[in-house]
Nanobody, 117 residues
Framework: VQLVESGGGLVQAGGSLRLSCAASGSTYRITAMGWYRQAPGKQRELVAAIISGGGSSNYADSVKGRFTISRDNAKNTMYLQMNSLKPEDTAVYYC???????????WGQGTQVTVSS
């Protein structure tokens, strides 16, 4: 499975961005997908995740009510709509896909999101 993120960039506080993650290859292995982020000097953290069927999702408390995760199974693409962005949202955002087995753990290359105050 290969994952390619896009949509990062520089935005002012209060603005919006939409990240995309396109999956290719053995996508049938994927059971869940998620977005993680890592700010300088901090550990990588889960931002949001969604089950393969596109139903159940969960969010970090810090982004609840501002971010929305979604998935278009026909396009093998996952999205993260980010609204009301804050400077503390600045980080590299990574797409992740997981399957049934521990070895099925895939990562994208990351996309930078910078929110200026």
């Amino acid at each position: 499975v290969q994952l390619v993120e896009s949509g990062g960039g520089l935005v002012q506080a209060g603005g919006s961005l939409r990240l995309s993650c396109a999956a290719s290859g053995s996508t049938y292995r994927i059971t869940a997908m998620g977005w993680y982020r890592q700010a300088p000097g901090k550990q990588r953290e889960l931002v949001a995740a969604i089950i393969s069927g596109g139903g159940s999702s969960n969010y970090a408390d810090s982004v609840k009510g501002r971010f929305t995760i979604s998935r278009d199974n026909a396009k093998n693409t996952m999205y993260l709509q980010m609204n009301s962005l804050k400077p503390e949202d600045t980080a590299v955002y990574y797409c992740n896909a997981k399957g049934y087995y521990p070895r099925d753990d895939y990562w994208g290359q990351g996309t930078q999101v910078t929110v200026s105050s």
